[in-house]
T-cell receptor, first 111, second 114 residues
Framework: LAKTTQPISMDSYEGQEVNITCSHN???????ITWYQQFPSQGPRFIIQ???TKVTNEVASLFIPADRKSSTLSLPRVSLSDTAVYYC????????????FGQGTELSVKP | GAVVSQHPSRVICKSGTSVKIECRSL??????MFWYRQFPKQSLMLMAT?????????EQGVEKDKFLINHASLTLSTLTVTSAHPEDSSFYIC??????????FGSGTRLTVV
């Protein structure tokens, strides 16, 4: 399982775009990159997943460069409710393997 | 999407007693479930992998006799914290593999041992 490194914390203001970068230098060929969001006293929630280039859904975008050694989660126009911890995970998604969480990034959105 | 229901959401127990936490897959069959523990301001730590009809696989350092896991059906896995002590107070979270949706997590159980 590839190890991931993220900033421990980030601050932002409402309405700004937030980009959280995750490093995964040892990513394997079959690994996908998945991001989860966790609010206090709740279980993590799936945000987005990708393998290469760019993926976009209704809540976020995920940018993955060609070497796949890093990825960036982009949250457009954040609001106070986006204050949470964001985890980047790397592994063979949907293959029945266990998910190992890194330290995550605590995002604080201020008014 | 797939839903995993976890109960109770909060429990307080006396030191030395046992507590059972349930994790149910509501609209799908979960052959494999995972149990995590999370201390304040820390990340989720995987405790064990629960497989329906077989023994759970515990991560290194997790006491299997203290954290009993039972996965007797395709929709239910239980975690029993036996002879709980204050240091077992934590947030416990279950997760299930949901096929196309990947992994879905329960809402967690806050255990406080007094």
């Amino acid at each position: 399982l590839a190890k991931t490194t993220q900033p421990i914390s980030m601050d932002s203001y409402e309405g700004q775009e937030v980009n959280i970068t995750c490093s995964h230098n040892n990513i394997a060929t079959n690994d996908y990159i998945t991001w989860y969001q966790q609010f206090p006293s709740q279980g993590p929630r799936f945000i987005i997943q990708g393998y290469k280039t760019k993926v976009t859904n209704e809540v976020a975008s995920l940018f993955i460069p060609a070497d796949r050694k890093s990825s960036t989660l982009s949250l457009p126009r954040v609001s106070l409710s986006d204050t949470a911890v964001y985890y980047c995970l790397v592994g063979e998604h949907n293959q029945g393997g266990k998910l190992i969480f890194g330290q995550g990034t605590e995002l604080s959105v201020k008014p | 999407g797939a839903v995993v229901s976890q109960h109770p959401s909060r429990v307080i127990c006396k030191s030395g007693t046992s507590v059972k936490i349930e994790c149910r897959s509501l609209d799908f069959q979960a052959t494999t479930m995972f149990w995590y523990r999370q201390f304040p301001k820390q990340s989720l730590m995987l405790m064990a992998t629960s497989n329906e009809g077989s023994k759970a696989t515990y991560e290194q350092g997790v006491e299997k006799d203290k954290f009993l896991i039972n996965h007797a059906s395709l929709t239910l896995s239980t975690l029993t914290v036996t002879s709980a002590h204050p240091e077992d107070s934590s947030f416990y979270i279950c997760s299930a593999i949901t096929g196309e949706d990947g992994y879905t997590f329960g809402s967690g159980t806050r255990l406080t041992v007094v």
